[in-house]
């Protein structure tokens, strides 16, 4: 927790002391991580004070990396991304799958507003999170096959030259659509993920593009079948999202 926190603190975020929800993501967090190739990649959750939300100001989301917008990340560079509970949620309730891992993380910050969210939790899913896990599940492929372009920090020349292909976008594509069967079939995503030595397989190129391919095809089938079945409700409750970030809020606050 002192590790993480400091980097947050180093960074210059200005409401270190509120966040409730913080946790290493990226690689690390799914379990695929490859020593000495991958950053430091650090989420969380904060309550804004009250003159950020009633006032002119806001912070709805803070972004920063050692490695600034110069140049991609290397092994020993820091990212963070935190998020203002308000926009954390609403991500969550559109289905995006990097937001809704922050249900599924074990966080270094024991925080009882945040124990809260999780444990309803059960708010923020529903079917509607497929349309979401897949579209991310085929950027990632095209990034794969090269149909999709990409930025200069998108750019991954170095494993293409050893692979032949982008096989961390191979990865990305295949751990997104086991996650997302997961969430549809089992209401849960578990972190780090059960299929995580095939996934450093595929990341350390032991399967070919080809086989990926095939592989990555019977997941998004498998996916939209499991759709089909969720007892997932078909939508979002927002009324019920919108009572607990209230609630949250005014817990927040009370407490200084």
Known sequence: MADLLQHVRDSGF??????IHLFVGGSELHGAKVHGTDDLDIYGVYVEPPEMILGLESLPHFVWSTAGNERRNGPNDVDITL??????????CKGNPTA???LFAGSVARNAIWEEI???KHAFLARGCVKQFLGFADDQLKRMTGKKGRGKKGQRPEIERK???????AMHTLRLLYECHELVSRGTITLPRPERDLLIRVRTGKYSMDK???MAQKLFAECE????????PEKVDRTAVSNLLATSYRKAWDAG
């Open 225 to 232: 079948e499991a759709a089909k079945s969720s007892s997932l």
């Open 163 to 169: 692979y032949g292909y982008d096989v961390k976008a």
């Open 100 to 102: 809704l891992h922050f």
């Open 83 to 92: 998020y203002s509970l308000k926009k954390w949620a609403g991500l969550a």
């Open 212 to 214: 990926v391919l095939v």
């Open 118 to 120: 999780v444990a309803s």
């Open 14 to 19: 200005p409401f270190p002391d509120r966040l």
